[in-house]
């Protein structure tokens, strides 16, 4: 008894003219706004500005080719195949030749397998023992980067510098490298270092030491975020890199060398922010070098006034926005670990007055 | 033509005689895997955290190797598996005997580690919070002596049946499926006591 | 061996529902141990979480339609991505496998129930409970300030963010008693599969003869016994840590962040074979089904997937490749995992030669399978780009892994399903689902699957992490998202299809009878529904094919093998 007049098949085709034409639309427009993203985005990974970031470039599109391979061989296949062999209306009764095995076939397709895998294994480690094996130049810098809830805290040193959320370093010329070195831990939990465009991610754990680097080739911004969940506020804790000529970089380092601004004889709303500052909580979490504010919960606001934008990232450092984080930095970030300060309008005032000072 | 169940033979022959292992076993034998499982990663997380406490107590300042207990406990191994062979063979008062002695050196092996346990508490201010070596022995000790109670009530009840006489011979394959339990809490405690009293001191 | 015509006996479970009172009913199923009926409220929980969990995703992707969106807020997000995945894996993911291989492992191989019936029960209910547990908490888990309600640590809960000081109130406490507790379950329930299979074949089925579903499941539940087991460790560790106490992976006392993802991910790879070998099961009865072909190299596939359980063991750390393990352990890993696609692709070779030179039926069940091997084979190249270190630099903890993960667990596992579903319908309740809705279904939810999840791949190469709430503009992010959003639209459409498939057909399907496929293995050799005790007689085979022997008396599989 044959059952085959019991199911007629998907393949009638007024069903398939009517999938056509919005079908064909899709095709053209989605891979346009594919292409339009990788264009614009200033954290693309297949757009490389650093060595480690370029030999996994390379390394991806290996891989890439030969699984696009595989996709069009297997799939082109596996296509044939379920067109070439359906079942028809007009076929016989008849079951088809029942073909249990081959070993010659299963051998083929497990020694091929075998040996692709054995040369993706191999050139992955190459570029594994490029990245992680080689001695560290006598010319690198250093810096200790330090995770927190939910800010990126950097200090340099050799050149007794201490900031926070955006990191500067020198670019490196191939031909005489000066690679930035990161030697990263967590004062908290496990957060994530990744800046697409310089290099892979490398976790920031709490209890243990992690070294990565970078070598930024050309000047510029290079951006990224943490990439390990980490509470609340995992979202906004964003990376800025600012990679700078080595004598921009050097003018900065002397620049963030100095201690605080203390002397505000011009600006009285300064001076008075200064001492409002140093009597509130504020000195608990925050370090102003030369002041009697040590703490180290928060970052360090020596030159705050010096970067582009505060809370790691998310917001431009304008006034305006600066006071607005100081009277309730949840209304801006919510879940971050700064409390409301609970200061009146005056003090917020001359506060941030004080701030907007510290270049 | 309908394929019922009925179409199927049912008195066909088979090549070989058709006997399966027991399902008790089979069981057992499942349940032990898992469990060495959960075991394996405590003494991964011991032998990781050897050393590794930054205060306190180390091993071999309050450890001292518990012999007698591991005496008692391995014994227990003989005993539960001279009460199962008692049982196969009939012979119920042996096996009630053997049960009984099991129960009784099991009792003995966790009354000397609550008095090792009192000992390092009290004695050397050794607890779970303390540092990385209380937080892995106690947690280690701790879970293959609940896995002893387990045990040791399982026994109990079956020594309770069996002095009420309502054990026989055909329940000796279940008597041999808890014996398998039993072995294996033995067999923990060896991997334990060379990992944490031999190795880790 | 002349078969006998026996009398199909009437049970009470035959009698129409419409004539018992409805107390009893709800008794029969609360006590029941019969594997079918326990199998059913195993895949209805399941169905009911699928919808829960579905719902979280929409929320999530309405969320994330557009950058700096203010749709939900941080806390309530993060409860959503963590609620999302430990509902998904633990209370739809596992359930509806084990629901289905209890539903049909007896009847394949022959026997009348599970090997421990009582055990069945008890895993099912325990089960039950652990996700009622989960989603108490939105309820009883506020502590101090109100910090808990549903848990918000992410689905693997890394240390220390789930220490104390960290994870204030007893959120966490919810996530890891409930996920214990379905552990237990899950450990029971592949005791039983495992007892079943190895001591309660019916007469001549050797291990050689079983059908491949029965195999894959006994695959699937020793990794369960070797799998989870680990996850329940460290789920006391961690307990210990937050009320005892103790240092497990207490950072500040000397304990190890890292100890902790290794524990995981020692549960967490293998947990996604567990996941993924029944989805193989399923295909590997139904391909040969609608192909009207014996499966191409059974003996290959049965060695490939026990090697796919055993290497699976061993490439856990492929999740880690970001901590820092330094070149050696980085290289080892690498190397397994490429390793396992080895066996893996052999499976997918074998299905392509099992439909070559067939005479493929495009019935619902194998439109959903063919749509599995071609997504599958995506999900597994992406697999493979993930496999090298240096790239996995780059895509780890991006939207680039949330899209090859999805890639496997709905379009390769959920199709699977599905298309079992629409095989297996006509034997559960006796009835056809509507081929019409089904390819409504297929269409709509496939639609929705690949807007999705083709895209979802695209914000991870341009530098998205995952778990984030919102994101900057500017970064090329925006519209990608927008259409991942619309995509679940139509995964949701395609679900609701379903659910209404499968309730219509329920009472307006045609009869089924006992093999409305022509398929070859026993449980279409008894009625549809089967009666509580599966056989009248207990079977005895000679092949692996017991019914396409029967059907064809001159050329039965017996002479080949």
């Not at chain 1, 199911?7 to 009638?12: G, I, L, M, V, Y």
């Not at chain 1, 496990?190 to 976790?203: E, N, Q, T, Y």
């Not at chain 2, 070596?133 to 002893?148: C, K, N, P, Q, R």
């Not at chain 3, 194998?366 to 084979?377: A, S």
Request: some cysteine; hydrophobic content about 50%; aromatic content about 14%.
């Amino acid at each position: 008894m044959s059952l085959f007049g019991k199911h007629p098949t998907a393949n009638s085709s007024e069903s398939r003219r009517k999938f056509a034409r919005p079908l064909r639309a899709l095709t053209y427009t989605l891979p346009l706004i594919a292409s339009t993203a990788f264009a614009q985005s200033p954290t693309n990974i297949f757009d490389p500005a650093g060595t480690p970031a370029r030999d996994a470039y390379g390394l991806s599109m290996l891989v890439l080719s030969i699984t696009l391979a595989i996709f069009l061989i297997v799939g082109g296949l596996l296509l044939y195949a379920v067109i070439r062999f359906r079942h028809r209306p007009t076929d016989s009764d008849r079951e088809p030749a029942q073909i249990y095995g081959s070993n010659q076939i299963e051998l083929s397709w497990t020694v091929i397998p075998i040996l692709i895998v054995v040369t993706l294994f191999l050139t992955t480690t190459r570029v594994i023992l490029g990245t992680e094996a080689i001695p560290k130049p006598a010319s690198a810098m250093d810096v200790t980067v330090i995770g927190h809830q939910f800010w990126w805290e950097y200090r340099y040193p050799k050149l007794g510098v201490v900031t926070a959320n955006e990191l500067h370093v020198p670019i490196s010329d191939p031909a005489t490298p000066t690679p930035t070195y990161l030697t990263m831990s967590s004062a908290d939990v496990s957060h994530s270092f990744w800046v697409p465009r310089l290099a892979g991610k490398m976790d920031v754990i709490p209890n243990r030491v992690n070294i990565m680097w970078i070598d930024p080739q050309k000047t510029g911004l290079y951006l990224g975020q943490c990439a390990q969940y980490c509470g609340t506020q995992h979202a906004k804790m964003l990376l800025r890199v600012y990679a700078q000529s080595p004598e921009d970089f050097a003018a900065w380092i002397n620049q963030q060398k100095q201690p605080a601004q203390q002397d505000f004889s011009g600006n009285a709303a300064a001076a008075e922010g200064q001492t409002v500052f140093m009597h509130n909580a504020c000195i608990n979490c925050h370090t102003i070098s030369g002041t009697v504010a040590t703490g180290r919960f928060g970052p360090d606001l020596t030159h705050l006034a010096s970067r582009d934008t505060i809370a790691s990232g998310p917001i431009s450092n304008t006034p305006e926005n600066l006071r607005k984080w100081i009277d309730d930095p949840n209304s801006l970030k919510p879940g971050c670990l700064m409390p409301a300060m609970h200061l009146n309008d005056h003090d917020l005032d001359v506060i941030t007055a004080y701030l907007t000072q510290l270049h | 033509m309908t394929t019922t169940a009925s179409r199927i033979p049912i008195d066909g022959s088979t090549e070989t005689p058709w006997t399966l292992p027991y399902r008790g076993n089979i069981g057992m034998a499942c349940l032990i895997l898992a469990e060495s499982a959960i075991f394996i990663i405590f003494v991964v997380a011991y032998i990781y955290y050897i050393g590794k406490s930054l205060s306190g107590p180390t091993p071999s300042q309050v450890l001292e190797l518990p012999i007698f207990g591991t005496i008692c406990l391995l014994s227990s191994s003989i005993t539960v598996h001279l009460a199962v062979s008692a049982l196969r063979k009939n012979n119920l008062r042996a096996c009630t005997l053997n049960l009984g002695g099991t129960v009784l050196l099991g009792a003995i092996f966790l009354i000397t580690t609550a008095r090792e346990w009192y000992h390092l508490i009290h004695d050397e201010g050794l607890t779970i919070k303390t540092n990385l070596f209380g937080t892995t022995y106690y947690s280690l000790v701790g879970l293959h002596a609940t896995h002893v109670v387990i045990g040791l009530i399982m026994l109990s009840l079956t020594l309770a049946f069996s002095l009420a006489g309502r054990v026989h011979e055909e329940h000796s394959e279940k008597l041999e499926v808890l014996s398998l339990y039993w072995h294996f809490v033995d067999a923990v405690w060896v991997v334990v006591f060379l990992v944490v009293y031999v190795i880790g001191r | 061996m002349t078969p006998t015509p026996v009398m199909e006996a009437i049970d009470e479970t035959t009698t129409p529902l419409q004539g018992r009172p409805p107390l009893n009913v709800i008794y029969e199923w609360i006590t029941t141990v019969d594997h079918k009926k326990i199998g059913l409220m195993y895949i209805v929980y399941a169905l009911i979480f699928l919808v829960i969990a579905g719902f979280e995703a929409i929320l999530m992707r309405i969320q994330l339609a557009v950058p700096n969106n203010h749709f939900v807020s941080p806390q309530v997000f993060n409860q959503l991505f963590t609620m999302h995945g430990t509902t998904m894996v633990f209370f739809m993911g596992m359930p509806i496998l084990f629901g289905v291989g209890n539903y049909l492992v007896p009847l394949m191989i022959g026997a009348r129930d599970m090997a421990f019936p009582r055990l069945n029960a008890f895993s099912f209910w325990i089960s039950a409970f652990a996700g009622l547990l989960l989603y108490f908490s939105y309820f009883g888990a506020s502590g101090l300030y109100a910090a808990g309600s549903a848990p918000d640590v992410g689905w693997f809960a890394y240390a220390p963010l789930t220490s104390k000081a960290f994870s204030l109130g007893h959120s966490t406490d919810y996530w890891t008693l409930a996920v214990f507790l379905s552990g237990i379950g899950s450990i029971g329930t592949a005791l039983n599969i495992v007892t079943t299979i190895v001591s309660m074949r019916c007469k001549g089925m050797k291990m050689s003869r079983m059908p491949l579903l029965v195999w894959l499941y006994l695959v699937m539940s020793g990794l369960v016994f070797v799998a989870v087991s680990p996850l329940t460790a460290a789920q006391i560790m961690l307990t210990l840590d937050r009320y005892l106490g103790a240092h497990f992976f207490d950072t500040q006392a000397g304990g190890s962040a890292v100890l902790w993802m290794h524990f995981f991910w020692i549960f967490g790879h293998p947990e996604v074979y567990v996941l993924v070998l029944p989805a193989f099961a399923f295909v590997n009865e139904i391909v040969p089904v609608f192909s009207r072909k014996a499966m191409f190299g059974y003996p290959a596939m049965v060695a490939a997937s026990v090697a796919i359980g055993f290497i699976s063991l061993s490439v856990w750390a492929h999740h880690m490749f970001t901590i820092g393990m330094g070149p050696a352990g980085n290289t080892f890993f690498v190397f397994a995992t490429m390793v396992i696609s080895v066996p893996t692709g052999i499976k997918i070779f074998n299905w392509l030669a099992t439909i070559w030179g067939g005479k493929v039926i495009f019935a619902v069940p194998m439109i959903f399978c063919t749509g599995f091997l071609f997504q599958f084979l995506i999900a597994g190249l992406t697999g493979i780009m993930l496999a090298a270190a240096p790239f996995n630099w780059q895509l780890s903890g991006s939207y680039f892994v949330v899209a090859h993960f999805h890639y496997v667990l709905v379009g390769s596992i959920i199709f699977a399903l599905f298309g079992a579903f629409y095989y297996w319908y006509p034997k559960v309740t006796g009835k056809m689902m509507s081929e019409t809705l089904g390819k409504w279904h297929f269409w709509l939810f496939a639609i929705g699957f690949h807007l999705t999840f083709d895209f979802m791949h695209i914000p991870g190469l341009l530098g998205m992490p995952r778990r984030i709430y919102t994101y900057e503009a500017g970064r090329g992010w925006d519209t990608l998202n927008f259409i991942v959003g619309i995509g679940a639209i139509f995964q949701a459409a395609g679900t609701l299809v379903f659910v209404y498939n499968m309730v219509r057909s329920y009472y307006k399907g045609k009869d089924a009878g006992h093999d409305p496929w022509d398929a070859w293995t026993l449980e279409w050799s008894v009625p549809s529904p089967p009666p509580a005790y599966n056989f009248a007689i207990e079977p005895t085979v000679n092949s692996r094919r017991p019914l396409w022997d029967i059907k064809h008396p001159e050329d039965p599989d017996a002479d080949y093998e």
